[in-house]
């Protein structure tokens, strides 16, 4: 039986206020100033309703719901849809790429 592809990464453009965080610095000692700093993310829902939840307080991440400004579908859309198993591991290995390229990023 093949696996429903129903769940989706998603990127979210966080606003430069989370540079004065210094756990979020911690985690990006390599952040190129100048770069965009984003929260990468993998939902079952639809990309534009989770980052809504997230800024409703629903399940969301400290920093998304603080300082998310807007998805970045630029980034993540040609990816999606795909399958629980492909979304767990393109989201960790798209914050590896975001931040080798000098992106701050965070994951939950």
Same mark, same amino acid.
């Given at each position: 039986m093949a696996r429903?592809? %129903? !769940? %989706?990464? !998603?990127?979210? +453009? =966080?606003s430069n206020d989370v540079l004065l965080?210094?756990? /979020?610095?911690?985690?990006? *000692?390599? !952040? &190129? *100033?100048g770069k965009p700093c984003v929260y990468v993310g993998m939902t079952g829902l639809d990309p534009d309703v989770r980052f @809504?939840? %997230?800024?409703? #307080?629903i399940q969301a991440n400290r !920093?998304? &719901? +603080? /300082? #998310? &400004?807007?998805l970045l579908p630029e980034i993540y859309a040609l990816y999606? *849809? =795909?399958t629980y198993d492909e979304a767990r591991s393109l989201e960790v290995e798209l914050g590896i790429d975001?931040? @080798? #390229?000098g992106f701050g990023v965070w994951q939950a």
């Open positions: 429903c592809k %129903h !769940y %989706h990464v !998603y990127v979210v +453009e =966080l965080n210094a756990r /979020f610095m911690r985690s990006n *000692p390599d !952040y &190129q *100033p @809504d939840k %997230h800024k409703a #307080g !920093y998304v &719901q +603080e /300082f #998310g &400004q807007r999606n *849809p =795909l975001l931040r @080798d #390229g």
